[in-house]
């Protein structure tokens, strides 16, 4: 049941009013909160309590079929009959308004009849088997999801669970959550019947979950007015400031962003572009950040305007007029239509400047862009009817817009979340974040990650627990370390080593953003107590593609039957070089090549040696570090590359040193496929026209040997 069922209570709701400023407002959802109670209806006639509802529903879908929402509203209306919330009104209103709310966003029939419906199998004698065959297996899955996530209360210990419920179902279908979303935006209208304490408990949750759930499914006209109800009840103080403030605004003889409005349609006019400028007050939320950020406001700081047109070209045309009568604010250009934010929105959004200091941001988009900016993925009706358009994900590919990118991340993760306190705590971690960037891919496809994230956010992206394997990147066409920081628009290459042992190094940790890359991470950190091999991918990792790939300790090791051996990075001995070993911390056995720098300095120390030999096999692999000497020309590196991938041969990493008096120092960390295809390839790399010398690596062995 509804949190504000049973019984009646005297106490109103609590309703903040929305900013009002001259111009045509958007669809304000607070004034459909109620619909008219039960009146006279023969059979074949549609209720009066629906008119709102299917006056609201026809201006989206003049030729639905409405008997499905007759009958939905006979059988809601019926059951609940009786039964009255705490505010006093006959249970009814609720499922009335969550239904209005749902249709004023533009929701298809099926969500709608499904809103009716969605309490009586938690609240009534009605089942779900009679709601199947009343109304279709379609309708029963959405009651059903909605009826799961009420059947688990919002006390502090049954959160994680409900919302992990909350998250399978929504991802089986978004329009659960939408329903939800509705559903809670009317019990928080309502929440002033309740107790203080209760009120912000409600509240808290609101604001770490399900208001970020609206943001990323797109509905920002119900993310809005849920974002004010919270900041009332949390911060009553802030709340009536910015109250006062928006009250003041609205009582000035002046209007500044009006009269830039009735500028930017002359301007429009004289270019003989249609459109519609309308100007779009902030919320009080909206208000009170701006606030906080810039100090005292102006008049133009407490709306924006919103340009409307008919295709995607014209947005562009209005914004170069824009920018050619008025002083564009560089920094505040923003193009969601080219790159479409994560949740479908897109936009052009931009700032100018009249030549008296007064500043206005400017909202530029299509008609059908403003209804998917408003309504998310409500406005994309039912997307499994036969006519239902595709749209691209996140990443790239072919999927129905209910299984956004975003929401299958994190419905993966969820599933590998080692226990509930982990989930939960990951869950508000992820939503937290306010903003998404777009990286690319090669292959032309995207990548949507939280701001701030890595390339290791960008491997478990891209690949799941495949991942472990990656050992470096390309951000932009540049080697970069894993650890690299991603900026919006960046292209990432991800380098995968398949034929290695997968594992991942704890220091990854530090620089995982999401929950798909921490909790990979960790899972296998917990899985191997001893920790991976290897915490530096750039290095040689020890026993690194099986045993018949490493040197064999010789009888010296009797003592140390189970030592490790890892061929060292100074070197990178591979057969048939001459090779020595020297026992480190750990158990582990370095070997050298026996020319190598280290090997002398580690004798002259007292360094015991230990014999090894190289294994017999036929088919081993062996990393090498090589150091191409050149003359700076364009395209040396991709040239160098090429060479290198031809031979069949895998970078593990690359490095190249700033050019110093024309020349360059190149270098790279490989894996052969066999010992004998070095000297082939070592031929290749110094046949490449720049390339004047090609050796093995003699840099210093490291301190810890």
């Known amino acids: 049941m509804s949190a504000e069922a049973t019984n009646p209570a005297t106490p109103g709701p609590i309703t903040p009013e929305a900013p009002r400023r001259r111009g045509r407002p958007r669809i304000d959802l607070r004034r459909l909160g109620r619909a008219a109670l039960l009146g006279p209806a023969g059979r074949d006639r549609l209720p009066d309590a629906i008119s709102h509802v299917v006056e609201a529903h026809r201006a989206h879908y003049p030729d639905s079929d409405l008997e499905p929402?007759?009958?939905?509203?006979?059988?809601?209306?019926?059951?609940?009959?009786?039964?009255?919330?705490?505010?006093?009104?006959?249970?009814?209103?609720?499922?009335?308004?969550?239904?209005?709310?749902?249709?004023?966003?533009?929701?298809?029939?099926?969500?709608?009849?499904?809103?009716?419906?969605?309490?009586?199998?938690?609240?009534?004698?009605?089942?779900?088997?009679?709601?199947?065959?009343?109304?279709g297996e379609e309708v029963a899955y959405l009651v059903d999801g909605v009826t799961k996530l009420e059947k688990v209360d919002y006390g502090a210990a049954a959160e994680p669970e409900t919302f992990r419920k909350m998250l399978v179902a929504t991802g089986n279908d978004v329009r659960v959550m939408s329903i939800k979303l509705a559903d809670r935006l009317h019990n928080m209208r309502t929440l002033g019947v309740m107790r203080q304490e209760k009120q912000e408990r409600i509240a808290k949750v609101t604001r770490d979950v399900l208001i970020p759930l609206a943001e990323?499914?797109?509905?920002?006209?119900?993310?809005?007015?849920?974002?004010?109800?919270?900041?009332?009840?949390?911060?009553?103080?802030?709340?009536?400031?910015?109250?006062?403030?928006v009250a003041a605004d609205a009582a000035r003889a002046e209007d500044p962003l009006a009269e830039i409005a009735e500028e930017v349609r002359g301007v429009l006019r004289e270019a003989g572009i249609?459109?519609?400028?309308?100007?779009?007050?902030?919320?009080?939320?909206?208000?009170?950040?701006?606030?906080?950020?810039?100090?005292?406001?102006?008049?133009?700081?407490?709306?924006?305007?919103?340009?409307?047109?008919?295709?995607?070209?014209?947005?562009?045309?209005?914004?170069?007029?824009?920018?050619?009568?008025?002083?564009?604010?560089?920094?505040?250009?923003?193009?969601?239509?080219?790159?479409?934010?994560?949740?479908l929105y897109q936009s052009l959004h931009t700032a100018v400047a009249r030549a008296d200091g007064e500043v206005a941001e400017v909202l530029i988009r299509t008609h059908q862009m403003h209804k998917v900016a408003e309504a998310?993925?409500?406005?994309?009706?039912?997307?499994?009817?036969?006519?239902?358009?595709?749209?691209?994900?996140?990443?790239?590919?072919?999927?129905?817009?209910?299984?956004?990118?975003?929401?299958?991340?994190?419905?993966?993760?969820?599933?590998?979340?080692?226990?509930?306190?982990?989930?939960?705590?990951?869950?508000?971690?992820?939503?937290?974040?306010?903003?998404?960037?777009?990286?690319?891919?090669?292959?032309?496809?995207?990548?949507?990650?939280?701001?701030?994230?890595?390339?290791?956010?960008?491997?478990?992206?891209?690949?799941?627990?495949?991942?472990?394997?990656?050992?470096?990147?390309?951000?932009?066409?540049?080697?970069?370390?894993?650890?690299?920081?991603?900026?919006?628009?960046?292209?990432?290459?991800?380098?995968?080593?398949?034929?290695?042992?997968?594992?991942?190094?704890?220091?990854?940790?530090?620089?995982?953003?999401?929950?798909?890359?921490?909790?990979?991470?960790?899972?296998?950190?917990?899985?191997?107590?001893?920790?991976?091999?290897?915490?530096?991918?750039?290095e040689p990792r020890a026993a690194y593609s099986g045993p018949s790939a490493r040197p064999a300790a010789a009888n010296a090791l009797v003592d140390q039957p189970g030592a490790t051996v890892r061929l060292a990075g100074c070197c990178t001995p591979v057969p048939p070089d001459e090779i020595t070993a020297f026992a480190v911390r750990g158990g582990v056995v370095t070997v050298h090549r026996a020319e190598c720098s280290g090997v002398a300095r580690m004798k002259a120390a007292g360094r015991p040696e230990t014999g090894v030999r190289w294994?017999?096999?036929?088919?081993?692999?062996?990393?090498?570090?090589?150091?191409?000497?050149?003359?700076?020309?364009?395209?040396?590196?991709?040239?160098?590359?090429?060479?290198?991938?031809?031979?069949?041969?895998?970078?593990?990493?690359?490095?190249?040193?700033?050019?110093?008096?024309?020349?360059?120092?190149h270098t790279y960390t490989l894996q052969l496929p066999d010992a004998d295809r070095l000297q082939t390839l070592m031929r290749a790399m110094r046949n490449v026209p720049g390339v004047y010398d090609v050796d093995r690596a003699r840099h210093a062995a490291a301190g810890a040997l």
Not at 77 to 91: A, D, F, L, T, V
Not at 448 to 464: E, N
């Open 376 to 538: 998310g993925v409500v406005a994309l009706g039912n997307p499994y009817a036969p006519s239902g358009e595709e749209h691209l994900d996140t990443v790239g590919e072919r999927s129905d817009p209910t299984r956004p990118g975003w929401l299958s991340r994190l419905l993966d993760w969820q599933q590998s979340a080692p226990d509930t306190d982990t989930f939960w705590s990951t869950l508000r971690e992820d939503l937290a974040q306010d903003r998404e960037i777009t990286v690319f891919r090669p292959d032309g496809g995207t990548i949507g990650l939280p701001a701030g994230a890595s390339c290791v956010d960008a491997a478990y992206a891209q690949y799941g627990e495949d991942a472990h394997a990656c050992i470096g990147a390309r951000v932009n066409g540049r080697l970069a370390a894993l650890g690299t920081a991603l900026a919006d628009g960046d292209t990432v290459q991800l380098l995968m080593d398949q034929d290695a042992a997968s594992e991942p190094s704890r220091d990854w940790l530090d620089h995982a953003r999401t929950p798909a890359a921490r909790i990979a991470i960790r899972r296998w950190l917990t899985a191997h107590p001893e920790g991976p091999r290897s915490a530096d991918r750039s």
């Open 274 to 343: 249609s459109g519609e400028v309308l100007i779009r007050p902030r919320h009080f939320v909206s208000v009170h950040r701006v606030r906080r950020k810039r100090g005292e406001l102006r008049g133009s700081d407490l709306g924006r305007l919103l340009v409307l047109v008919s295709e995607d070209a014209d947005c562009y045309g209005v914004l170069g007029e824009l920018h050619t009568c008025f002083t564009p604010v560089v920094s505040e250009f923003k193009d969601f239509i080219a790159v479409p934010k994560f949740n």
């Open 216 to 245: 990323r499914l797109g509905v920002q006209a119900l993310k809005t007015e849920l974002e004010d109800l919270v900041f009332a009840i949390l911060h009553p103080e802030e709340y009536a400031r910015t109250r006062e403030i």
């Open 615 to 665: 294994a017999e096999a036929d088919t081993a692999e062996y990393r090498v570090t090589l150091i191409a000497e050149s003359f700076s020309r364009p395209h040396l590196l991709a040239d160098l590359t090429e060479a290198i991938a031809l031979e069949g041969v895998a970078i593990i990493s690359a490095t190249v040193d700033p050019p110093d008096q024309g020349r360059v120092r």
């Open 69 to 135: 929402l007759r009958r939905a509203y006979v059988l809601a209306e019926s059951s609940h009959r009786g039964q009255m919330r705490k505010s006093g009104e006959p249970y009814i209103t609720h499922p009335l308004a969550v239904t209005l709310i749902l249709a004023a966003l533009g929701a298809e029939a099926t969500t709608l009849t499904a809103s009716l419906l969605h309490d009586t199998v938690e609240d009534t004698d009605v089942t779900l088997e009679q709601v199947r065959t009343e109304f």
